[in-house]
Nanobody
Framework: VQLQACGGGLVQVGGSLRLSCAAS????????MGWFRQAPEKEREFLGV????????RYADSVKGRFTISRDNAKNIVYLQMNSLKPEDTAVYYC??????????????????WGQGTLVTVSS
């Protein structure tokens, strides 16, 4: 499985950005898709995960209500819509794929495949 994330860039505080992650795998719909981020000098942080059929989501408290994950299984793409961005959202953002059970889908070590990361910078 190869994941290609894109859509990062520079955005002002309060602005919005949508990240995309394209997966090159025929069985994409069998994977839960997660988003993580890593800020400078910090550990990688779980942001959210979307179930295989897109019917269930789980978000970290830090982004709940501001970020939304969606997927298009016909196109093998998962999205991260980010609204009301804050300076502390500045980080490299990663998409990841896993066949984890839902109960452990927030754990970084359950993800087998990772995108290369895309940088989001929120300026004040």
């Amino acid at each position: 499985v190869q994941l290609q994330a894109c859509g990062g860039g520079l955005v002002q505080v309060g602005g919005s950005l949508r990240l995309s992650c394209a997966a090159s795998v025929r069985t994409y719909s069998r994977y839960v898709m997660g988003w993580f981020r890593q800020a400078p000098e910090k550990e990688r942080e779980f942001l959210g995960v979307l179930s295989q059929n897109g019917g269930s989501t789980r978000y970290a408290d830090s982004v709940k209500g501001r970020f939304t994950i969606s997927r298009d299984n016909a196109k093998n793409i998962v999205y991260l819509q980010m609204n009301s961005l804050k300076p502390e959202d500045t980080a490299v953002y990663y998409c990841a794929a896993s066949k984890s059970a839902w109960g452990t889908a927030h754990l970084e070590n359950m993800y087998y495949y990772w995108g290369q990361g895309t940088l989001v910078t929120v300026s004040s």
